[in-house]
C-alpha cells in the first residue's frame, strides 16, 4: 500500500507536468483548429535554453527560468509566422505536415547547437526525502506536483476572468463570429502560439531534473501530449488535465507493477481503451455535422 501510494504521487507529478503540455497543445487546437504536432519539440527547446541560463551561464533559476520562457516564446512566434500562417487558408492536412516538419527541424538544430548527448539538470527544489509512516517523498516531486496544479488553476483564472481569455475562447466556439464582434485575430493568434510555448517551456524545466536533457527529449514526451489530448477530449481543458494525469498514473503504475520495458506503450493502451469506448475521449463532446 505504501509503495503504491509512492508510485501514485510520482505518476500524479509526472501526469501534471503531461497536463500543462497538453493544455497548451489544447489552446491551440481550439483555437487555431490545429494539432501542434511539435509541442514536445517546443518544450525540449525551451529546455535547453533553461540549461544554457541556469548551468552554463550560472544564472539564479528565477532568472533561468522568465529569459527561457522569453526565447522560447520568441522561437515559437517565429515559427508562426514563417511556417504556419502562410498555411491558415490551406488545407488543414497541410498545416498538420508542416507541424511535424517543424518538430524535425527543432530536434535537427537543437543537435546541431547543443548536440546529440545528454545533460543533467540540477535538482531545482532540493531537500530531504519527507517521511510520512512508511511513506518516502521526494521534495522535487511535490514541488512539480505543486507547481503543476499552480499553474492549470492560473490558466483556468486566465480563460475565464480576462478579456484576453475570453477573447480566445469566443474564437474557439466560432472564428468567424468572434472576428466580427471586433476580436483581433492576429493578436489572439500570437497569444496563444505564446501561451503555448511558455507553458511547454515551465513544463520542459521542471522534467528537465527527472528526464535529463537532450534533442529527442520531445518524442516520447509530445507523443504522451497528443495522447492524454485525445483520452480527455480534444479541445477540451477539463480534459487536458485528467487525460495528461491518466496518462502519468497509468505509465507509473505500469512500469512499477508490470515492466518497464513496455513503459513507453501503457499510454498507448489507455488510448486504445478510451477510443473503444468513448471515441470523443472522456470529456469531449460528439461534434453532429449536417449534410
Known amino acids: 500500500m505504501n509503495l503504491f501510494l509512492q508510485i501514485c504521487i510520482q505518476g500524479l507529478m509526472l501526469g501534471s507536468m503531461y497536463a500543462i503540455l497538453t493544455l497548451g497543445y489544447n489552446i491551440i487546437y481550439s483555437t487555431m483548429g490545429m494539432a501542434h504536432y511539435a509541442q514536445g519539440d517546443i518544450m525540449m527547446v525551451g ?6 541560463f ?15 520562457v522569453i526565447c ?8 508562426e509566422r514563417l511556417a504556419y500562417r502562410p498555411l491558415y487558408s490551406r488545407s488543414r492536412t497541410l498545416l498538420l505536415l508542416c507541424t511535424i516538419g517543424v518538430s524535425t527541424v527543432l530536434r535537427n538544430a537543437a543537435q546541431l547547437i547543443w548536440g546529440t548527448q545528454s545533460f543533467n539538470f540540477p535538482t531545482i527544489f532540493p531537500g530531504d526525502i519527507i517521511h510520512i509512516g512508511e511513506v ?11 507547481v503543476g496544479v499552480v ?66 527529449m520531445g518524442v516520447s514526451i509530445g507523443a504522451k501530449v497528443m495522447i492524454s489530448a485525445v483520452v480527455g477530449g480534444m479541445g477540451s481543458m477539463p480534459g487536458a488535465i485528467l487525460g495528461g494525469l491518466l496518462v502519468g498514473l497509468v505509465e507509473a503504475l505500469g512500469g512499477m507493477y ?29 461534434k453532429v455535422v449536417k449534410v
Open 258 to 286: 508490470i515492466s518497464t520495458t513496455f513503459k513507453e506503450a501503457y499510454p498507448v493502451v489507455l488510448l486504445l481503451v478510451v477510443l473503444l469506448n468513448r471515441p470523443q475521449g472522456i470529456l469531449g463532446r460528439k
Open 47 to 52: 529546455a535547453f535554453f533553461a540549461l544554457d
Open 151 to 216: 499553474m492549470m488553476l492560473l490558466l483556468n483564472l486566465f480563460m475565464k476572468k480576462t478579456k484576453v481569455g475570453r477573447a480566445m475562447q469566443a474564437v474557439s466556439m466560432n472564428r468567424s463570429a468572434a472576428a466580427l464582434m471586433g476580436v483581433n485575430m492576429q493578436t489572439i493568434t500570437m497569444i496563444t502560439y505564446g501561451m503555448s510555448a511558455g507553458m511547454a517551456t515551465l513544463a520542459g524545466v521542471m522534467l528537465a531534473p527527472i528526464v535529463k536533457v537532450y534533442s529527442t
Open 136 to 146: 518516502y517523498l521526494v521534495p522535487q516531486n511535490l514541488w512539480i506536483l505543486g
Open 72 to 79: 522560447n516564446v520568441l522561437v515559437m512566434l517565429v515559427i
Open 54 to 68: 541556469f548551468v552554463t551561464m550560472d544564472l539564479p533559476i528565477y532568472v533561468a527560468i522568465p529569459l527561457s
